[in-house]
């Protein structure tokens, strides 16, 4: 199982702070509710939870179950470290692979952020050739 926990997190977009010191943990299994007026900084905080953006400061720490059964917080400074520790504990509870390929799933998701509009189309061509090698 997964806990989450958010300690001081901040995000700044340009000379606007959209997230200040945001301190948050969520047990494993707990089921969580973001609630507040638009532009409050609702997605913004889902979107550094799911690994899709990054933190300016602070820390995201997700704690999961090794091997030997012993709880370790990882300190996640590199959105794509979240994805694969979702991932991993995805395989570990049901025995299956989240996705087929890393590399497929990826570029899936890179596909639905474009199409969201979550980055442009010079940022999407950028991922697709740094993926593809």
């Known amino acids: 199982m997964i806990k989450l926990k958010l300690d001081n997190v901040n995000k700044q977009l340009g000379g606007a702070r959209i997230l200040r010191d945001i301190n948050l943990e969520i047990a494993a299994g707990e089921f969580v509710v973001f609630v507040g007026p638009s532009g409050c900084g609702k997605s913004t905080l889902l979107r550094l939870i799911a690994g899709l953006d990054s933190i300016c400061a ?14 370790l917080f990882s300190d996640i400074r590199n959105p794509e470290q979240v994805q694969n520790m979702i991932h991993e504990a995805i395989h570990a509870r049901t025995g299956k692979s989240a996705d087929a390929s890393p590399v497929v799933a990826q570029l899936e998701r890179l596909e639905a952020m474009l199409l969201r509009g979550s980055i442009t189309q010079s940022e999407f061509d950028e991922q697709k050739r740094r993926l593809l090698g």
Do not use: N
Request: no cysteine; glycine share 14%; net charge negative.
């Open 58 to 71: 602070g820390d995201l720490l997700i704690e999961s179950a090794s091997e030997d059964g012993q709880q």
